[in-house]
């Protein structure tokens, strides 16, 4: 079974995508000045990185995981390719932590995280499907 089913599922989850990529670059950014903060950005900011992002991310990196995989990014599917378009962006601001809370079977030399990681993402690195931004995506949660 696919992730979307349907070009109107598609177009749903990016919006979503959309939507967490641009909370999260106003949530992450250092480029706010520290005099510019009112108390509500910071306990906003607090939120966010506290909850929110938790549960977003939880969602957003098995969904990518998934759709990238070798069967999916290869299929001719343009509702999955659109899909993982909008992932891309969303997952550039995804914490560290959620990153290695990833479960995969690990290998018995490397953390279960770490292999988990290099598993899924090291083969993206040489895939030709997607533009270039599932290969930006998988090296920059990797450079990490």
């Known amino acids: 079974m696919s992730l979307v089913q349907t070009?109107?599922?598609a177009l749903f989850g990016r919006a979503v995508c959309?939507?967490?990529a641009a909370a999260a670059a106003v949530?992450?950014?250092s480029a706010t000045s520290d005099v510019n903060k009112t108390d509500a950005f910071t306990a906003a900011t607090e939120e966010w990185r506290e909850f929110f992002s938790e549960g977003v991310y939880s969602v957003l990196l098995p969904?990518?995981?998934t759709s990238t995989s070798r069967h999916q990014l290869n299929s001719s599917r343009p509702e999955l390719h659109f899909l993982v378009g909008g992932?891309?962006?969303a997952l550039?601001?995804?914490p560290d932590e959620q990153l290695l809370a990833d479960d995969d079977v690990g290998a018995k030399n490397f953390p279960e995280d770490l292999f988990s990681l290099l598993n899924h993402l090291g083969p993206l690195l040489a895939t030709e499907t997607g533009?270039?931004?599932v290969q930006w995506?998988?090296?920059s949660l990797l450079s990490r």
């Open 87 to 89: 992932l891309c962006p």
């Open 131 to 133: 533009g270039g931004e």
């Open 18 to 20: 959309q939507l967490v």
């Open 137 to 139: 995506t998988a090296y």
């Open 92 to 94: 550039e601001f995804c």
């Open 63 to 65: 969904a990518f995981m």
């Open 27 to 29: 949530f992450n950014s």
């Open 7 to 9: 070009i109107q599922e």
